[in-house]
């Protein structure tokens, strides 16, 4: 999922894609326990590039010095995430488990084993649709994407017969990590930026940062309001393709010690034979999605935002919303889908945040 920009002073925008999107601002509350009076509070903001996309930390405080540095401890923080879960660096933990001979028992820092049991759970729940060990699968169609081809009916079968969170074995007392079979690979991208967003929300809570913004491409993390708001402003754009798009822009809310997340395939798609393709893989028949659909979650951790935002895009519209009601109903979902006529829906369920209303 994803690449974004800051748009305004006041405003942090991501738009959907497989990549996502929103837009952020401000809130309202006394940070008492840091005991400092609200004028004497100033914003600052920091960017850095992480885990290919660009990461996004605004905050308040009345030291800049002080400022500079939490940001700075901050982002090491976020690097040592990206050490722990990615799959693109070849020493990582993750591919440290993943290198590891079959049912070989492995130790686990305590990141990498809460996110793997966040994600086991995430597989129970969902039948399977979120999967952490679908690594074989997306490895496979990386290397298709570059080349601009499908891959064949047997590398997509061969792919699938090593995936399945149930030959991931993880021990709670121990906290350490078995692979059953040869040739696993595991992939967090579906839950590694939301599980990095409320990470860094926590650091910064624990060195006295009681408002904050952390976004992820398509994810963003919350804290308390900034002085003197109602909330942190977010932008929804949950599936805008372009500035004439009747969704564009349009739809603002508050957010306060919550995440957001939109997920779908307005820019991670490819086309090939003139046929569409979402970056956003099936676990259930190892392809790219070819159902245009968009989806933005608001929940109390980003490491849930983050990875049903996904789930409902896999599950489509109608199954996504039984899934989120009957699993997850204190999650809040916005659709968005296109159907076979090329019309655009739209479903925003109750308890979403209604949009702003801003005067001219």
Known sequence: MKIYQLIAVTFLSLALCACKHCTTTETAQTLTTLHIPNSELQRFEYTEPHMGMLFYIIFYLDDKDRADHIAEMAFERVEQLNTIMSDYIPNSELNHL????????????????????????????????????????????????????????????????????????????????????????????????????????????????????????????????????????????????????????????????????TSGDVNQFIEIDGKRYSHIIDSKTGSFLTHRVGCTIIHKHAVYSDALATIACIKGEKEALRFLKKKYPEAKVRLAWIDESEQKHYFTAPNFPTPLEWED
Request: charged share 25%.
């Open 98 to 261: 993943t290198d590891a001979p079959k049912g070989s028992e492995i130790p686990l820092s305590d990141d990498l084993f809460e996110v793997l049991s966040i994600s086991k759970k995430l597989y129970k729940a969902s039948n399977g649709a979120f999967d952490p060990t679908m690594g074989p699968l997306t490895h496979l169609w990386r290397q298709c994407r570059k080349a601009g081809t499908l891959p064949s009916p047997e590398e997509v079968k061969e792919a699938l017969s090593h995936t399945g969170c149930e030959k991931l074995i993880l021990n709670k007392k121990r906290k350490t990590a078995i692979l059953k079979e040869d040739k696993m690979q595991l992939d967090l991208g579906g839950i590694g930026k939301g599980f990095t967003s409320d990470k860094i929300i926590e650091f910064l809570r624990q060195h006295g940062v009681e408002s904050a913004m952390v976004a992820a491409s398509g994810d963003i993390a919350v804290s308390n309001p900034p002085p003197g708001k109602e909330g942190w402003t977010i932008q929804v754009e949950t599936f805008t393709e372009s500035e004439d798009d009747p969704d564009a822009g349009n739809y603002i809310i508050y957010l306060n010690n919550e995440a957001i997340s």
